[in-house]
């Protein structure tokens, strides 16, 4: 039996191997096409124009598939190799969420902890969250790599092999979270709170990229572990943690049981971001700011559903950290086209883009951009734009932040 077949994208042969799904015979045929299909701005039908699923496989020799634009703006002009040269800098994004298969195999072999796969594909695949039904689904992934994060060695890996993946996309800021609380009782706070910065720290020396470390109490926990992990990430801020966030489930765990961990935070100089408004609605944005005094808001997706809420945001200008494709994940958006993001952007809102979890979601910060210029149409000078939102909104002292601003606007303008 022959290794591969010929069957038609929009009636151009196409040469696959046997098996192949669909949106690899559409990749082979034009990667920029693959690209809408996969940002939902693009389906695929049979030569009937019945629609079909483009993870599918192709099935027989001759079979016609019809690939049908739905959401494009005008040609894309920036490619994702551009955007990759392009400097960057992300905020809001989990260590736990950021492992290296090939890494997260290692540490999995030395600690006899059991995976779902065993070649780092087959893990990646596993692990990707596509096709979560919620927010709290999508959650259960990270049990996977939390499972092989419970020693220090581990921790300051992952932290480095982090830091040199996005400096390798021209990230020249970052700010990476993750909760302390997830890796006891394997480790002390202190040991959990020190791992991953060393392992930023020699990372940072190595690449010339600036790393801020921010922790996460969860939602679901009690709120004396949230004082806690305040109370002991202050004594880190000058040596580069950055901030406390509050995560996990959020529908039914309201951020004003944490109040007193902000508080504390807040009262000891350490800057504050909170998780609201992905897996419920504008009032947990309303409590994360009024409540719990946030100055940053993660996703803040559902933020137009209360119009005052929305002006308020926009004339404080509090900084929203949102990520598309996990939006898209988590069923916070339905598809990519609806995502407010632009929206935000044109209405004054000082929104940065994020990946949020560059395993889980399989993405690259550089997909993220790729996205919104592709998917939600917009433009090179928006993009820079989006890029110096999340240079302004860093949890830095004011003159490193000018630094960084003036750095990163001067790349942009040589490009
Ligand atoms: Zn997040």
Redesign the pocket.
Known sequence: MAETLRVFINEKPVEVARGAAVRDAVARHDRALADLLASDAAYVTDGVGRRIDPADAVGEAGAVFRVIVTARRGPPQLSRDALRRWPKAEL?V?LDGCLRPATMLELAKAQRVRLPADTPQALAAALTVKGASSLEEYLTKYQYTLAVLQTAAALERVAYEFVLDVAAENVRYVEV?YSPLLHRPALTMVQAIEAPLRGIKRAEAETGTKVGLIVCGIRTRPAAESLELARAAVDYRTVGLVAFDL?GAERGHPAREHRDAFAHASRHGLACTC?AGEGDGPESIREALHVCGAQRI??GTRLSEDAALLEEVVARRVPLEM?LT?NLHTHTVTAIAEHPFRRYLERGVQASLNT?GRLMDGITLTDEYFLAHTALGLTREQLARVVLNACESAFLPDYEKVALVSRVQSELEAL
């Open positions: 809001h989990h979270r995560a998780h993660g996703h990520c996990s949020d």
